[in-house]
């Protein structure tokens, strides 16, 4: 659990850096945004913890129902169920999500139990549908092997797989709501990126902020005895 709850102070970092303008580079900016940082930290992590307990709870309840007896038919479809649920939920993706998108994660676990409610009901049609979505996979996979290391990770590229969840969204559980109404075209017209990298050396930030940490850590801790959950 103090895994998980590292996590979700090191996103907080991160949310409330990015909410202050992203990295300081000069001493007075960087006093600044530490003091900023430290200030508002404790809310930050406890409405991260928040969220993060109802997406566990949610996927906890989704790896229940693919566990047991499968019928022949619905094994191709589980499969990919559970390989979608471990690349949303693994160790360390509360900061590799980022707080902005941890909604976006919740709306893609309720998509996939609307998915297995549907799925008994008409196993053709959701295989017609994942065939679509492993085409997509495909051609990303692909256009990524291509690419050179620095290129694969910008954020320009890195959307191309959320905007795979946001198609499979709009495949398995339309009612819930996506937010890519044109994927393929958004997929297919290609991606560039002309901006430098900027880095900034958290580990500078974070052994000041021991203390705020630990009241963090504590809030967070009581979120996740409930979920039962721990990556």
Sequence with gaps: MLDLIDDCIACGIDSLIAKHGGPAWSEVGFTQLHEQVRAELNDEVVSIARQVEQILTTANGINKRLKGRVDI???????????????????????????????????????????LEKLAIDPHRDRAQMLKVEQVQQAWQQMLNKLPPPRANEPEVKEIRW?????????????????????????????????????????????????????????????????????
């Design 163 to 231: 905007m795979i969840e946001e198609l499979r969204v709009s495949y398995f559980g339309a009612a819930i709501g996506y937010t890519v109404p044109n994927f393929r075209k958004a997929h297919y017209a290609g991606y560039r990126s002309d901006s430098g990298l900027a880095f900034c050396c958290i580990r500078r930030l974070r052994p000041s902020l021991n203390a705020v940490t630990a009241t963090a850590r504590l809030s967070a801790k009581s979120r996740f005895s409930a979920a039962g959950a721990e990556l």
């Design 73 to 115: 038919s619905l094994a191709l479809a589980l499969s990919d169920i559970k390989s979608q649920v471990g690349n949303l939920i693994y160790r360390g993706f509360v900061t590799a999500t980022g707080a902005a998108r941890l909604p976006d994660v919740e709306r893609y676990l309720h998509a996939i139990e609307r998915r």
